[in-house]
């Protein structure tokens, strides 16, 4: 079978898997699937990108251009950073290590740098567009590692084989194949999943609430006992008033407070996954699956539970059956 008809789906698959057959001919995409929010990672000098950058918007899709990042804003040059590097002549923009440390440090870079890396951020695809440089590769990666979908389109010009390709979801050689894998499944990310039913953030104690719950599910999976729990509980809640943390109205502390202890939170969630041996990108990006098929509905706070299952101090008044 000629190479175009092959796509090898990738990240999450078992080794045996990994080459697969493409039933792309036909597909039947979910009526829940949503539109994406694509970031293509590609070069300048890469003569599809334009066109790819359509294709996907007559999809329907959020497509991010790098050419064109933003209303009245044109893509980054190094030869707009001024000093050496505007210098150098066409093509040559900071070819050196004097003029690329000048250009970093300019408010260009520094502008263009933010366009693209908040790109990244709102992103729930990407896809890698060859031939492309060490940029489109870094981008890639990022979103990689973020357990967002990653596609890598390649192409014969300037083609060079690269083992670790094998860390993205899909090699393919077709955007027509990328349009109609898109439409098979909706996106990894959480946070689209979250936007897309309705979440707000309008009290961020509700979200730590709801996060409450799943970690005494969490803490009985590990093997803890109710007394244990509770009492682990109890002294964290006595801890917190005996230093008169609890906030009187119920509003967030300062942000700085919480994110401490959100990274504490991550960490000890890093060490138990390494520790019993567990793919926490692998798991989240399955339990994502799941998360889109089923119903959901926010709470007053804006934190989202399974419809019917929104607690009595989280629910809106007014809404049908409540």
Same mark, same amino acid.
């Given at each position: 079978?000629?190479?175009?008809?092959?796509?090898?789906?990738?990240?999450?698959?078992?080794?045996?898997?990994?080459?697969?057959?493409?039933?792309?001919?036909?597909?039947?995409?979910?009526?829940?699937?949503?539109?994406?929010?694509?970031?293509?990672?590609?070069?300048?000098?890469?003569?599809?990108?334009?066109?790819?950058?359509? +294709?996907?918007?007559?999809?329907?899709?959020?497509?991010?251009?790098?050419?064109?990042?933003?209303?009245?804003?044109?893509?980054?040059?190094?030869?707009?950073?001024?000093?050496?590097?505007?210098?150098?002549?066409?093509?040559?923009?900071?070819?050196?290590?004097?003029?690329?440390?000048?250009?970093?440090?300019?408010?260009?870079?520094?502008?263009?740098?933010?366009?693209?890396?908040?790109?990244?951020?709102?992103?729930?695809?990407?896809?890698?567009?060859?031939?492309?440089?060490?940029?489109?590769?870094?981008?890639?990666?990022?979103?990689?590692?973020?357990?967002?979908?990653?596609?890598?389109?390649?192409?014969?010009?300037?083609?060079?084989?690269?083992?670790?390709?094998?860390?993205?979801?899909?090699?393919?050689?077709?955007?027509?194949?990328?349009?109609?894998?898109?439409?098979?499944?909706?996106?990894?990310?959480?946070?689209?999943?979250?936007?897309?039913?309705?979440?707000?953030?309008?009290?961020?104690?509700?979200?730590?609430?709801?996060?409450?719950?799943?970690?005494?599910?969490?803490?009985?999976?590990?093997?803890?006992?109710?007394?244990?729990?509770?009492?682990?509980?109890?002294?964290?809640?006595?801890?917190?008033?005996? +230093?008169?943390?609890?906030?009187?109205?119920?509003?967030?502390?300062?942000?700085?407070?919480?994110?401490?202890?959100?990274?504490?939170?991550?960490?000890?969630?890093?060490?138990?996954?390494?520790?019993?041996?567990?793919?926490?990108?692998?798991?989240?990006?399955?339990?994502?699956?799941?998360?889109?098929?089923?119903?959901?509905?926010?709470?007053?706070?804006?934190?989202?539970?399974?419809?019917?299952?929104?607690?009595?101090?989280?629910?809106?008044?007014?809404?049908?059956?409540?």
């Amino acid at each position: 079978m000629p190479r175009h008809d092959i796509f090898i789906a990738l990240r999450d698959a078992h080794p045996s898997s990994f080459f697969e057959e493409s039933t792309m001919t036909s597909p039947t995409p979910s009526t829940k699937t949503v539109r994406r929010r694509i970031y293509v990672a590609s070069s300048w000098r890469n003569p599809q990108q334009p066109a790819v950058v359509e +294709r996907l918007r007559a999809e329907g899709h959020e497509v991010y251009d790098f050419r064109n990042p933003a209303p009245g804003q044109k893509g980054f040059h190094w030869s707009d950073c001024g000093g050496e590097a505007s210098g150098d002549g066409p093509g040559r923009s900071a070819k050196t290590i004097s003029s690329y440390l000048e250009a970093l440090d300019s408010d260009r870079a520094a502008e263009g740098f933010e366009l693209d890396f908040q790109a990244l951020e709102w992103c729930d695809t990407c896809i890698l567009l060859l031939p492309s440089g060490r940029s489109a590769h870094l981008e890639v990666g990022y979103i990689a590692g973020m357990g967002k979908d990653t596609f890598v389109l390649l192409d014969e010009h300037g083609f060079e084989p690269e083992l670790m390709y094998l860390l993205n979801d899909y090699i393919t050689t077709d955007i027509e194949q990328v349009v109609q894998l898109l439409d098979r499944h909706n996106p990894t990310d959480i946070r689209r999943w979250h936007d897309v039913n309705g979440a707000h953030f309008t009290r961020p104690a509700g979200h730590a609430l709801r996060l409450l719950r799943e970690v005494v599910e969490f803490c009985v999976a590990a093997g803890a006992s109710q007394d244990e729990i509770m009492v682990h509980t109890q002294e964290e809640i006595n801890k917190a008033l005996e +230093r008169n943390e609890f906030s009187p109205d119920g509003t967030m502390q300062e942000l700085s407070t919480a994110a401490e202890e959100l990274a504490d939170c991550q960490i000890l969630i890093t060490v138990f996954a390494s520790r019993a041996g567990i793919n926490l990108t692998h798991e989240v990006r399955h339990k994502a699956v799941i998360l889109w098929g089923r119903e959901w509905e926010a709470g007053k706070s804006g934190a989202l539970y399974r419809v019917g299952r929104v607690p009595q101090h989280e629910q809106v008044e007014g809404r049908d059956g409540q």
